[in-house]
């Protein structure tokens, strides 16, 4: 399994911008599929977005196309979200996680591994 690390999570207004990176450990990251999910206080985990090992593929929730960006340098192991226009109702922990390819993109149930989380405040 893959070690996951994320961070650049804070505070930040409403319709302002963050970048969250997730660092992991390991020779075999660019074999892995990452996704991105959030979750608030008293609701479930949800998928946000996903991005195949190559970075030639992504995929996002309804709540965040147009807003959000994921990517990932396989040279540094490290597969980022880009957030825009941010809402007081993106405020959540948001994790990354890793799965093995050829799985659901959407189901937290397929990803093998998870960091943390970090958290993200938006004021309005």
């Known amino acids: 399994q893959v070690q996951l690390v994320e961070s650049g999570g804070g505070l930040v207004q409403a319709g302002g911008s963050l970048r969250l990176s997730c660092a992991a450990s390991?020779?075999?990251?660019?074999?892995?599929?990452m996704g991105w999910f959030r979750q608030a206080p008293g609701k479930e985990r949800e998928f946000i977005a996903a991005?195949?090992?190559?970075?030639?593929?992504?995929y996002y929730a309804d709540s965040v196309k147009g807003r959000f960006t994921i990517s990932r340098d396989n040279a540094k192991n490290t597969v980022y979200l880009q957030m825009n226009s941010l809402k007081p109702e993106d405020t959540a922990v948001y994790y990354c996680?890793?799965?093995?390819?050829?799985?659901?993109?959407?189901?937290?149930?397929?990803?093998?591994?998870w960091g943390q989380g970090t958290q993200v405040t938006v004021s309005s």
């Open positions: 991005i195949s090992w190559s970075g030639s593929s992504t």
């Open positions: 996680a890793a799965q093995t390819p050829g799985r659901s993109w959407g189901r937290r149930d397929q990803y093998n591994s």
């Open positions: 390991g020779r075999t990251f660019s074999s892995y599929t």
